[in-house]
């Protein structure tokens, strides 16, 4: 559909310095700093008012549906209930103060909408490709509409289910007859394993062009405000690496390094999803939520003066160059730690950001970390001073003091309804609210 970005060229003068995909990132490597396009792609457009947004997930049903609208009751009563919980969480959300909702609609290989290519997901009736009578997509973006309100759908690009036990396999095998099948059955060459999930290989061509043709079926159909891909692009973790030896021999050897092949990968996403919005419909943003660290300044000149898992070393996501390309309408980096977190500063980290935008024409929103509010922390513990409030108050108060930042996003809606946080939700709401 989208047709293939030709492969960036390595740079010949500093390849032989770009390390292999390891744990150690290579040392002392100033990442080249592309130009600006001379025609972005993205225009920065002037919005009325800071974007106040929360992210609303439903992987793993952790901020919506509702469990108990799943568990033993008929299709009636769990739609009516479902729709209920989330027209109860927009009024509250409105009444914070939110006006853009960033709603998880692809939260693995599975779809809260009634796509052509991927089956519906079991989050919304606990089976795999079970119509559940509705669509809740164009049911969220009725409410907030209807609301004053803007939705982004959320999509993790390359999960395909949270775990990978024998329960989740035969689940997915039994897709099969289904109409669309999941991709784990019709494309079983495309799937690994990483982080003990499922997952698709970001070096396949193929797989790249099908979550681009996903985006696409979106956008087309769906009166959306934006699109967002969250941090989960390689997403490994210590004990179960991603194996794309294989990938890496037939699409990579063009690169000095396996690293630099991984991100080229990544940045090829990146740019063929923002052009296949753009091209569908140029008023659609698009916007990444990465790690908040790009890279620490120990390993290259440009990066934060930070000790953080850095996106360009741990993700293979070189998100400051998406930016520099004009490939983004914004970028939002989860700042997920106090003032006070020496390792990884909230001034320091928004700041660096704040740099990196300025001579482009993305726009920045900051993610905050709502859920460590009113969480007890020995290494953060900020967080719980008077509810976490003072530090939550320094936040914000630095988000809508730098001319770059343009606004903040809470991560997560759920946070909002426990009681450790109350202090911080009436703050939000003397803040924010009208």
């Known amino acids: ?105 692809k939260p693995d290989g599975t779809a809260l909408w009634p796509s052509r290519i991927l089956p519906w997901s079991d989050m919304l009736t606990g089976k795999i490709g079970q119509d559940p009578g509705y669509d809740p997509l164009q ?92 941090d989960y692009f390689y997403a490994e973790s210590a004990g179960s690496a991603l194996n794309d030896n294989a990938t890496w021999r037939q699409y990579g050897q063009q690169f000095a390094s396996k690293a630099d092949w991984r991100r080229d990968n990544t940045q090829q996403l990146i740019a063929q999803v923002s052009r296949t919005i753009k091209q569908i419909n140029p008023n659609v943003e698009f916007g990444v939520s990465p790690a908040g660290v790009w890279r620490n300044r120990s390993h290259d ?32 980096p989860q700042l997920y730690w106090p003032f006070a977190r020496d390792a990884a500063r909230y001034d320091v980290l928004a700041k660096w950001w704040a740099d990196v935008v300025k001579p482009t024409h993305t726009r920045l929103y900051i993610g905050v970390a709502l859920y460590k509010v009113g969480e007890p922390s020995s290494k953060e513990p900020d967080w719980t001073v008077n509810g976490g ?7 914000l108060d630095l988000n809508e003091s730098e001319p770059q930042i343009d606004g903040t996003i809470l991560f997560r809606e759920n946070n909002l309804n426990q009681p450790q946080a109350q202090d911080a939700v009436r703050y939000l709401r003397s803040r924010w609210g009208s």
């Not at 972005?40 to 992987?59: I, M, Y």
């Not at 409030?389 to 936040?395: A, F, H, T």
């Open 301 to 332: 000149p440009a990066g934060s003066d930070t000790r953080g898992a850095a996106a360009y070393d741990e993700s293979f996501a070189d998100t400051r160059r998406w930016v520099q390309q004009g490939l983004l309408d914004y970028i939002a």
């Open 139 to 230: 049911f969220m973006l009725d409410e907030a509409h209807k609301r004053g309100m803007k939705v982004h759908a959320w999509f993790n690009p390359y999960r395909v289910s949270t775990n990978t036990r024998p329960g989740t396999v035969a689940e997915l095998n039994r897709t099969l007859s289904l109409n669309p099948a999941s991709v784990f059955v019709l494309h079983r060459d495309w799937i690994r394993t990483a982080g003990d999930r499922y997952v698709l290989d970001p070096g396949i061509p193929e797989a790249r062009d099908w979550i681009a043709s996903i985006v696409a079926e979106v956008v087309s159909r769906y009166p959306v405000d934006g699109v967002q891909f969250d």
């Open 1 to 105: 559909m989208a047709q293939h970005l030709k492969r960036s060229s390595v740079l010949i003068a500093w390849a032989f310095l770009l390390a292999s995909c390891s744990s150690t990132p290579p040392k002392s490597l100033v990442t080249p700093l592309p130009p600006v396009a001379k025609q972005p792609l993205v225009q920065k457009s002037q919005r009325n008012e800071p974007v106040r947004g929360v992210w609303l997930a439903t992987v793993s049903r952790l901020d919506w549906p509702p469990v108990s609208s799943v568990n033993g009751v008929n299709p009636a009563s769990r739609n009516q209930q479902q729709q209920k919980a989330l027209t109860d969480k927009l009024d509250n959300l409105k009444s914070l103060g939110i006006n853009t909702v960033f709603f998880q609609v």
């Open 389 to 395: 409030v003072p530090e939550l108050k320094k936040q």
